[in-house]
């Protein structure tokens, strides 16, 4: 896609744009940024973390919400950082990221644990830190929470991730609410799992949780789940369970071709609409968008190392690989190519490939490009589930991170080294 002007915006990503011919984020040159840096290379603009958060926080106005970063997508400390300052929560599945989070100084009394697997070390840690919530996504998870909060002394807050078996019509591996899916307690399951949490004594009832999927650009599935989980709450409410907070998830798509997701707001009024109507505006609401934080507002840089001119197909072979960006290996995901600096030779079309030996190794496929050996290009939407994604496959060292805010750059994560690579592994003696 070669088709931008040389003063276009990336579409959908705001503040990286063409000036003079050259691809910037917010007022820094990517090429200049490449020389020193190197590839690949992960670019993110803080203007932009703000402006998504800004989405969020115009939609909720008055309105009784806590929104926790579903930290998974993006949990570089240099992010973290911003979006606790912003005022944000933390939705965490791992004692590693809860570690993330505290080293952030984010507020403790806002992050709601999530996962389908929380190891004891896990809870206790949690316990320690004194989180709002766990999203509890079975009965013996439950047992579990309760035996260690209350041999601790403590009753643990919890909500019970219920799933609601709506399709989020996205892709199988991204689509978490369906019967089949491993999350969450089946909605015909819950008011018994909710007696059960009633009686235990390590725990205190205090929400209900769902997540139906990631990168939903219909908003409908969440109405579908929403219905479910409040008859649910007029079931509990029989049965003498309070339920303070209704926790929605995540799942806002965002813009990686044509897709026009919808907007925080138009799922905002809609659930306030419907917790009306319901006589349930009491309650708040907590939700935990990931991609849609962070999605658009960061892009992977990667150098064209050589060119293949094969009989059925051309490659671009670059620097980066499945490693770097496994999105395109793992669910055919479409991600934008665009040049850094674009040339005005005629375009042909190409595969991009990176250097590990697999064929899922692909990042674009089919991409009309003009191109030379030595050029850089920009893999959009590389925000969300991108570095956290990273592996060292090949024996490939990790990307850098870079955070551009106006005119300066922040490295925000070095490139890894080969003896990084190396540490803590050792030989037989
Ligand atoms: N809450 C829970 C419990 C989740 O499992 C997830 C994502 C989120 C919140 C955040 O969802 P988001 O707002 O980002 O859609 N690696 C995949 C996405 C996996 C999503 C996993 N759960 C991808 O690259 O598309």
Redesign the pocket.
Known sequence: MNSLNEQSTLVGHPHFHYKDGVLHAENVALDRLTTQLGTPLYVYSRAALAQAWARYRDAIGERPVLVCF?M??NSNLAVLKEFARLGAGF?I?SGGELHRVLTVGGDPAKIVF??VGKQVWEIRAALDADVKCF?VESQAELQRISDVAHAMGRRARVSLRVNPDVDAQT?P??S?GLKENKFGIAIESALDAYRTAAALPGVEIVGVDC?IG??LTDISPYFDALEKLLDLIDQLAQNGITIRHLDL????GIRYTDEVPPSPKALLDQVFERLQARGLDHLHLVL?????LVGNAGVLLTTVQYLKHAEARNFAIVDAAMNDLM?PA??D?YHGVQPVVPRKGVAEQYDIVGPVCESADWLARNRSLSVQAGDVLALESAG??AMT?ASNYNTRARAAEVMVDGDKHYVVRQRETLDDLLRGESMLP
């Open positions: 579903g998974k997508a939705d599945v999530s996962g999203n892709h591996y991204i978490t997540h990631s990168q998830g995540g799942g806002l935990e968008p990931g991609r849609s999105r793992l669910y995901a969300a589930y994604m």
